[in-house]
């Protein structure tokens, strides 16, 4: 027998598969909804961002479109928009998170921090590429590979969005330090063409500044066609340069001209980090391989720490070292600064390891060498005993696997760094020998600082 709640049920069952006006409305905004969070999951900046405004502003506007909606006392219209508005207050706490994360404001600051350099360097460097700007340069790239993502996509995209653009600034940087330690440019004298090959430069050197402006986004965006155009006009003019039968002009040419190329190259970083391919690296080919080569690594070092002796090995460290170092050089890091830094830590573990077992063997073939060495100069024996006890050290910092506030860390630093101090004072008296071999232990003391300090600093890809 049907009860008058079932007729009700059959009812509005029937009502819905007449499709009420209200709940094609639901459904048109749940469309819209779900094409909106595909763009929030992908937004990776701050609340000051345009495009902040505008996810606001079309989330908003999806909650009022949703309580505009009369659902005439229909239980599954209310749910569906019951449903749908927690959904867009779903995404509108994400794109809050998301633009108001830690990692995402330090991003931001370091960001800026490297503005301010590039702007500083630009009132006060007259064109000059200096040494200085080179560091502090490389400090921020450094600073920027420590910003923890937690594995999140977003704060990834805006992390590598920014390495990209001040690693862009880097190239352009060490491109310029080369071509000013090959003394360029030529003496007019050269040949008659230098003149307009040199005039050519120093419109590439504006347009250095003008680029390296744009990648840090001190520049308007619309400046990039213009310079662009600049640029390819420049290289017309060089091409358009008689340069025959004069070697070294031909070479000035190219260099000048390949350094255009860079800038040129540089100026279609705009879309760069959109692929997100380029910063969610869990399934990248060449992060896989370095960790190959990473694991390699890491048995040959257990292999090496578990002897006494460095002559009871039964296979040649060297060659395998060496060769984990040519794999390394030969992962392709496609322009991803951080595929390189990934790659720079592991050549630097790689490099600790055979620094180790280079010491381990001199320190026991010096053993073996006692009475030849009766007449050496006393202070290079002060310095061969700080070694001894730097390679204990080296030891204990290859296998150390903790973090920075352990106890054994703390000792450990504590210990290293009175090593340096005893180097410090080693009297040479004058002894070229001794001082030659105190300035190598303080920088074999300095890298097992920077080994551990690298090992312990939580960078991740």
């Not at 430069?201 to 500044?209: D, F, I, P, Y």
Request: net charge negative.
């Amino acid at each position: 027998m049907q009860t008058h709640d079932d007729s009700l049920g059959e009812k509005e069952n029937m009502d819905m598969g007449q499709q009420h006006p209200s709940l094609i409305k639901v459904q048109e905004i749940q469309k819209e909804i779900l094409e909106t969070k595909r763009l929030v999951l992908l937004f990776s900046g701050t609340k000051s961002d345009r495009e902040y405004k505008q996810l606001e502003s079309s989330l908003m506007k999806l909650l009022f479109e949703l309580d505009a909606v009369d659902t005439d006392g229909k239980t599954a219209i209310q749910n569906g928009r019951k449903v749908a508005a927690k959904d867009v207050e779903d995404l509108l706490k994400e794109l809050e998170q998301t633009a108001t994360h830690p990692s995402r404001l330090k991003v931001e600051q370091i960001f800026g921090d490297a503005q301010q350099l590039v702007t500083n360097e630009l009132s006060s460097a007259e064109g000059l590429i200096t040494e200085e700007f080179a560091d502090r340069i490389q400090e921020i790239i450094f600073q920027l590979t420590q910003v923890k993502t937690g594995g999140k996509i977003s704060l990834r995209k805006a992390r590598y969005r920014a390495l990209t653009r001040i690693c862009a600034v880097q190239d352009i940087i060490d491109n310029c330090i080369g071509r000013q330690a090959l003394s360029l440019p030529l003496s007019s004298n050269t040949h008659p063409s230098v003149s307009k090959i040199n005039s050519v430069l120093c419109e590439v050197s504006k347009g250095r500044w003008d680029v390296i402006g744009l990648l840090m986004s001190l520049n308007a965006l619309d400046n990039c066609g213009h310079l662009s155009r600049v640029l390819t006009g420049l290289l017309m003019q060089l091409d358009a340069i008689d340069v025959s039968g004069h070697l070294e002009v031909r070479n000035y040419r190219k260099r000048v001209v390949h350094e255009i190329n860079c800038l040129l190259g540089h100026l279609e970083m705009e879309s760069e980090g959109e692929s997100a391919g380029r910063y969610d690296l869990a399934q990248n080919q060449s992060i896989k391989r370095i960790e190959e080569i990473r694991q390699k690594t890491t048995q040959l070092k257990y292999q090496l720490l578990q002897l006494e002796n460095a002559s009871d090995l039964h296979f040649k460290p060297h060659a395998e070292l060496q060769s984990l170092l040519s794999e390394l050089d030969q992962v392709d890091i496609d322009k991803n600064p951080c595929i390189r830094e990934a790659r720079r830590r592991s050549v630097v573990d790689v490099q600790a390891v055979i620094a180790y077992f280079d010491l381990k063997e001199t320190l026991e073939k010096r053993e073996n060498m006692k009475e030849e060495l009766t007449n050496e100069h006393p202070s290079q024996k002060a310095i061969w005993e700080v070694l001894r006890h730097l390679s204990e050290f080296q030891k204990q910092a290859l296998s150390f696997d903790g973090v920075r506030t352990d106890k054994n860390y703390v000792i450990l630093e504590e210990m290293l760094t009175k090593q340096l101090l005893a180097l410090d004072a080693v009297e040479t008296q004058g002894d070229d020998g001794a001082k030659i071999a105190r300035k190598q232990a303080v920088k074999f003391a300095q890298n097992i600082l920077n080994y551990l300090d690298m090992k312990t600093d939580e960078w991740e890809y």
